[in-house]
């Protein structure tokens, strides 16, 4: 059954999209698989060209849910996501380490849906932190943070009267922001340089949003001290909500993926995913 799998995602892989990305582009991708309900700390991704790591989490412990999440108009399948709970971060630490050297280009895609995660009802300027982040974090978050947020770099879509996709600098938000859909499934796509810290290419769902972001209202932003630990957080102002992250890539590629190349790192990812479940 499982070798019928593999053969089903290949063929539909290779017809839709002829050229592949080399392998070993891929740094790590997870589509999370696993038990529903299970606490993402301590688990490996589903694909790791890292020396063994293992998720970090704080706050409110973020979990699987292979329910099954979605945005079928997007063209984005059900999948199994990790759920943000309430206020909670989750990282990989992605230092050079060993025999390996983070490459000074990086690209980070994830499926994101804000879902439950509310905002205060205040103007969008008091609750720009409230939503679900993409990117790094400068230190190690702790138990204590008032907020998932507090020492992120990135990438997040803030919920409110409005939702933006915002940039943060350690925890601030800047002034480079853009208003986006919220809500079910989007993907979020983007590229730095940590040689110059700046942002090179975004795209939201096929939106190329680079003008907004890259070059001079990210310089000096992504260095390569302030992106060791990569990954997510979730921060919503009532307990008891949740967000939603899936399909989660971080690639070496020198330019931000088109979805269709997007895809391609997600089915190669899921191939070898199946591969090693039937080897064990």
Not at 42 to 49: E, S
Not at 101 to 127: C, E, M, N, Q, R
Not at 212 to 217: A, I, K, L, R, V
């Amino acid at each position: 059954m499982k070798t019928i799998i593999q053969k089903s995602i290949l063929a539909a892989c290779l017809i839709a999209f002829p050229s592949t990305l080399p392998a070993d582009n891929i740094i790590i991708a997870d589509d999370f698989n696993g038990i529903n309900g299970a606490a993402l700390a301590g688990r490996a991704p589903d694909l790791v060209n890292l020396p063994g790591i293992s998720y970090s989490v704080n706050g409110t412990t973020p979990t699987l849910d292979t329910s099954g999440i979605g945005n079928i108009p997007l063209g984005i399948g059900l999948q199994s996501v990790a759920s943000t709970s309430y206020n909670s971060a989750s990282w990989l630490s992605i230092g050079s380490n060993g025999g390996y050297i983070k490459p000074s280009i990086l690209t980070l895609s994830a499926t994101i849906d804000t879902h439950s995660i509310d905002g205060f009802t205040l103007p969008d300027a008091f609750h720009v932190t409230r939503g679900i982040g993409l990117g790094f974090f400068n230190s190690a978050p702790q138990n204590g943070d008032a907020d998932a947020s507090i020492r992120f770099t990135g990438l997040a879509v803030n919920v409110g009267s409005n939702s933006y996709l915002t940039l943060f600098a350690n925890g601030v938000p800047q002034s480079a922001k853009v208003i986006v859909p919220s809500g079910t499934m989007h993907r979020l796509t983007y590229s730095i340089d940590t040689t110059t810290g700046a942002i090179t290419s975004v795209f939201f769902d096929s939106t190329d949003l680079a003008s907004t972001f890259s070059g001079s209202s990210s310089a000096s932003i992504f260095t390569d001290t302030a992106t060791n630990l990569m990954g997510f957080y979730g921060s919503s102002a009532s307990l008891g909500t949740t967000g939603y992250v899936g399909s989660f890539v971080l690639s070496s590629t020198s330019t931000v993926p088109e979805p269709a190349s997007t895809v391609l790192l997600i089915c190669g990812a899921s191939l070898i995913g199946l591969r090693r479940r039937r080897s064990r």
